[in-house]
């Protein structure tokens, strides 16, 4: 009876990878929600809650941008889709392993914010001088760091601030900032950490822009059509009497003194060479004709 029993048993054992399925990981609506990976699971509700780790460089495919490491959290599943959220980012340890070297100081720094919409993030900067500093220059560095971090995160909403710290504007903001006190060589933001997803609804402000500029380019673009329009029938009048004026006086001035100075020059010159070569070669045969009637002479003497 125990050995039929475990027959049955080892039968109705199923194979569990073929009962799974696969699911494509989408990015946030901040990077275009794009393609970034897939996993497999069972069961759609076992992903919630799963975390993804991507390089900025695999979103888009800059190569500039391979040292930063974005993590995203699975929220939902639609349609063999699985969606996720913005939960932090890293630098990777090679990339700050290079910028820090001997006979400088490193002032990191650890701030928790709140962004325009409600989220709550914690932003860990850091900065690097080109010499060893003071504990009391540190200090006011930390403070600078800290006020301009809280007044972005005050007007920005987080996909705002998000796309800054991505692209280190924040960053550049910080070491404008700190040049008052001490000249930092560099300062960027290497780690964020997501604690509290937005309460409120809030549209960005690009899109919005995008929207209005356009319609400002194209009233631009009407007035210079027109200015273009009346200026033209003015123009040609103009210069087509300058033309007409200009090469009157020309002709008339010109062609005439011109060839009379050169045909003075050209008279002058060969006259004087034909004259120097006709006194060059009459000398020597004055002095031939005076030394052979010498010889001649003496000649009889004898």
Not at 121 to 148: C, D, G, H, W, Y
């Amino acid at each position: 009876m125990a050995k039929a029993r475990a027959r049955s048993t080892s039968r109705k054992v199923k194979d569990k990878w073929r009962a799974k399925n696969w699911y494509q990981i989408l990015a946030p609506t901040l990077f275009d929600s794009a393609p970034v990976s897939e996993t497999l699971s069972d069961k759609p509700n076992n992903l919630i809650g799963r975390i993804t780790e991507v390089s900025l460089q695999d979103i888009t495919n800059d190569f500039r941008k391979a040292h930063i490491k974005l993590f995203f959290k699975i929220d939902k599943i639609q349609d063999g889709n699985a969606h996720t959220q913005f939960n932090g980012h890293t630098l990777t340890s090679d990339y700050l392993r290079r910028m820090i070297r001997r006979r400088k100081s490193r002032v990191d720094g650890v701030y928790d914010i709140e962004t325009r919409d409600g989220a709550y993030l914690r932003v860990k900067p850091f900065a690097i001088t080109e010499k060893r500093i003071q504990n009391s220059q540190k200090k006011l560095i930390r403070n600078v760091m800290k006020e301009t971090i809280t007044k972005e995160g005050k007007t920005k909403t987080l996909n705002e601030f998000l796309r800054d710290t991505l692209e280190g504007k924040t960053g550049s903001a910080i070491y404008k900032n700190c040049k008052k006190f001490y000249p930092v060589k560099r300062v960027e933001i290497y780690k964020t950490e997501l604690k509290r997803l937005p309460t409120i609804e809030i549209e960005e402000r690009k899109p919005a822009k995008e929207t209005e500029e356009p319609k400002e380019a194209e009233k631009k673009e009407v007035k210079k059509e027109e200015t273009k329009e009346e200026k033209p029938k003015k123009e040609p009048e103009v210069k087509e009497e300058k033309k007409t004026e200009k090469p009157a006086t020309k002709k008339k001035d010109k062609p005439k003194k011109e060839p009379e100075v050169k045909e003075k020059k050209i008279a002058k010159k060969p006259a004087k060479k034909k004259e120097d070569k006709s006194k060059k070669e009459s000398k020597p045969a004055k002095e031939k004709k005076k030394k052979t009637n010498s010889k001649k002479q003496k000649k009889e003497s004898k």
